[in-house]
């Protein structure tokens, strides 16, 4: 079974900083790109940033909304792909989801399946 | 950026019920069109690609059809599992966009 696993989540002071883990299991993790969403309390999904496989430089790709405060990084040794987050807002606030892309290069026509269960980010003072 | 434009927000269907979901792009985005089904407090779960591919393991009784800037997600005949909200998503460039959703509703 195809399986991906968020970790990392939890509550963290405005300013701060954050990195949480995607861990896959059931396929070959270096194959593929992976990509980061968040989902607001009670609002919709936005994209966060994905990064490429080996294959295609591991390049990285970010939202404006979150440009210069997220890294994305893989370690395929470990199958798990993280997001870095720094100086967090209240605004930034929510569920973020890891889903794999069915390709390698995150390129048009990229789509997202499986997607983890998602980790809970709350930035509150 | 291209903007995604889900209609309606919301709608209330019964059991058996054709259902149909728009989403227009704010511009030409080709077949680059996904679908997602998104239950409450679970993660979104990939329907339909390319605009009108079903992923494998997805019932038939979901389509879609389209392209270029206008697409349709249709559910033939309502299940009790498909009360649900869900989301069109354009991969054509980046920033990867979605809709707003759609929630439907028991009626």
């Known amino acids: 079974e195809v399986l991906l696993v968020e970790s990392g989540g939890g509550l963290v002071q405005p300013g701060r900083s954050l990195r949480l883990s995607c861990t896959g299991s059931g396929f070959t993790f270096g194959d593929h790109a992976m990509s980061w969403f968040r989902q607001a309390p009670g609002k919709g999904l936005e994209w966060v940033g994905f990064?490429?496989?080996?294959?295609?430089?591991?390049?990285?790709e970010n939202a404006a909304s979150m440009k210069g405060r997220v890294t994305i990084s893989r370690d395929d040794s470990k199958s798990t792909a993280f997001l870095q987050m720094i100086s967090l807002k209240t605004e930034d606030t929510a569920v973020y989801y890891c889903?794999?892309?069915?390709?390698?290069?995150?390129?048009?026509?990229?789509?997202?399946?499986?997607w983890g269960q998602g980790t809970l980010v709350t930035v509150s003072s | 950026d291209i903007q995604m434009t889900q209609s309606p927000s919301s709608l209330s269907a019964s059991v058996g019920d054709r259902v149909s979901i728009t989403c227009r792009a704010s511009?030409?985005?080709?077949?680059?069109l996904n679908w997602y089904q998104q239950k409450p407090g679970k993660a979104p779960n990939l329907l339909i690609y390319a605009a009108s591919i079903l992923q494998s393991g997805v019932p038939s009784r979901f389509s879609g059809r389209g392209s270029g800037t206008d697409f349709t997600l249709t559910i033939s005949s309502l299940q009790p599992e498909d009360f649900a909200t869900y989301y069109c998503q354009q991969s054509y460039s980046s920033p990867l966009t979605f809709g707003g959703g759609t929630t439907v509703g028991i009626k």
């Open positions: 511009q030409s985005i080709s077949s680059y």
């Open positions: 889903a794999r892309d069915t390709g390698a290069a995150a390129g048009r026509g990229a789509r997202f399946d499986p």
């Open positions: 990064i490429r496989s080996k294959v295609y430089g591991e390049t990285t």
